[in-house]
């Protein structure tokens, strides 16, 4: 069976979630739905948690999706008090910077949460500075062929 499409943006409010989340169910796709680069710091912890669970609620994720509901990585850039934090909020996916050391620690803290940390990059798309974000959704899932290995 060959892989489903897979849509990995970059968005910064509810509406760019809810619009990539949206494309990705129409296409048949999976959705990976990232914070800005330093997202922690800037949205914080809390506003992307409630994201994430809104994102998860919502009918596209639930029923088009199936059990492969958006992902939502919140970048924590090279702070690991703000990976804790949150894992700590419920969040499942993760992308810090930081030593190999502290990295092991932090996905073994993950793990207890049932979470992971996300291996990164972010993706290239971001949503954040398009005028049709939707159109740009469609154009990108076009030209996907699955998750990146």
Do not use: N, Q
């Amino acid at each position: 069976m060959p892989d489903r499409p897979h849509l990995a943006c970059i968005v910064a409010d509810l509406r760019l979630a809810r619009i990539a989340v949206r494309e990705a169910a129409a296409a048949g796709a999976t959705v990976e739905l990232w914070s800005p680069p330093d997202g922690a710091a800037s949205l914080g912890v809390g506003f992307w948690a409630a994201l994430d669970r809104t994102i998860a609620e919502t009918a596209e994720s639930r029923e088009s999706m199936g059990s492969d509901r958006a992902v939502t990585v919140l970048d924590c850039g090279d702070a690991p008090g703000f990976a804790l934090a949150a894992l700590r909020e419920g969040l499942r996916a993760v992308h810090v910077t930081v030593r190999d050391d502290v990295r092991e620690k932090l996905a073994a803290i993950a793990a207890c949460y049932g979470a992971a940390l996300h291996p990164g990059p972010p993706p290239v798309l971001d949503l954040r500075d398009r005028l049709d974000p939707a159109a740009s959704c469609r154009f990108a899932l076009r030209h996907a062929h699955g998750p990146a290995a």
